[in-house]
């Protein structure tokens, strides 16, 4: 675990605000339990097989998130700075992940476990508001990929995941083409193909 640093919190109080307006009481209860978590390049952050105690904002980096489908890695997510992420069924459910997490590149984290968020509900009720808004815009989130993967043509997948994925731009700066390739179910020359043409038009 490493210090967490003033300008750490900026990006942590920026992911909270952008959900629901955050008061500094709150914010300081929330920082006090959060650690700050570091990962090289390649290694993993959650094994399949663990159970998910985190909720992780990234700070730095981009996180992969992904299954093994046989002998096959299939993307689920990818997480760059300033975003949210967990695998949320073990989370939730306190169970064994099916879900791999790994940097892509060097990492760095804020997390808090979730035992912490819900000592600190019993003192802040609008953390129940915060987390509803989250929760909100992760599975809108899903449900906008979900809609994506739908659609046979690669060029309309692109366009789906460009105009509705909020990620899509901040993935799109920070993630290398071959993992976001992955993400939309494209080779890497259909991807390269697709996101040059819409950029054209």
Same mark, same amino acid.
């Not at 299939?74 to 306190?94: A, E, H, Q």
């Given at each position: 675990m490493q210090k967490?640093?003033?300008?750490?919190?900026?990006?942590?109080?920026?992911?909270?605000?952008?959900?629901? *307006?955050?008061?500094?009481? @709150?914010?300081?209860?929330?920082?006090?339990?959060?650690?700050?978590?570091?990962?090289?390049?390649?290694?993993?952050?959650?094994?399949?097989?663990?159970?998910?105690?985190?909720?992780?904002?990234? @700070?730095?980096?981009?996180?992969?998130?992904?299954?093994?489908?046989?002998?096959?890695?299939? =993307? &689920?997510?990818?997480? *760059?700075?300033?975003?949210?992420?967990?695998? @949320? =069924?073990?989370?939730?459910?306190? &169970? *064994?992940?099916?879900?791999?997490?790994?940097?892509? =590149?060097?990492?760095?984290?804020?997390s808090i476990k979730?035992?912490?968020?819900?000592?600190?509900?019993?003192?802040?009720?609008?953390?129940?508001?915060?987390?509803?808004?989250?929760?909100?815009?992760i599975l809108l989130?899903?449900?906008?990929?979900?809609?994506?993967?739908?659609?046979?043509?690669?060029?309309?997948?692109?366009?789906?995941?460009?105009?509705?994925?909020?990620?899509?731009?901040?993935?799109?700066?920070? =993630?290398?083409?071959?993992?976001?390739?992955?993400?939309?179910?494209?080779?890497?020359?259909?991807?390269?193909?697709?996101?040059?043409?819409?950029?054209?038009?």
């Amino acid at each position: 675990m490493q210090k967490i640093e003033d300008e750490d919190f900026k990006v942590f109080s920026d992911f909270l605000n952008n959900s629901f *307006p955050v008061g500094q009481k @709150l914010s300081n209860a929330i920082k006090s339990f959060c650690v700050k978590r570091v990962y090289k390049k390649g290694e993993c952050i959650l094994k399949e097989g663990d159970i998910e105690l985190y909720s992780n904002i990234v @700070l730095k980096g981009v996180v992969h998130q992904y299954i093994i489908d046989i002998d096959k890695e299939v =993307t &689920t997510n990818l997480t *760059p700075i300033g975003l949210g992420f967990n695998s @949320l =069924t073990s989370y939730v459910n306190k &169970t *064994p992940s099916l879900e791999i997490q790994e940097a892509l =590149t060097d990492v760095e984290l804020i997390s808090i476990k979730k035992e912490y968020i819900e000592e600190i509900l019993k003192d802040h009720n609008e953390v129940g508001m915060l987390l509803y808004r989250i929760h909100e815009d992760i599975l809108l989130d899903r449900e906008n990929r979900m809609h994506l993967l739908q659609y046979r043509s690669a060029a309309e997948r692109f366009r789906l995941f460009y105009e509705n994925v909020k990620r899509s731009k901040i993935i799109l700066k920070h =993630t290398p083409d071959k993992y976001i390739a992955r993400y939309l179910k494209m080779n890497p020359q259909q991807y390269s193909k697709e996101k040059n043409n819409y950029f054209k038009n």
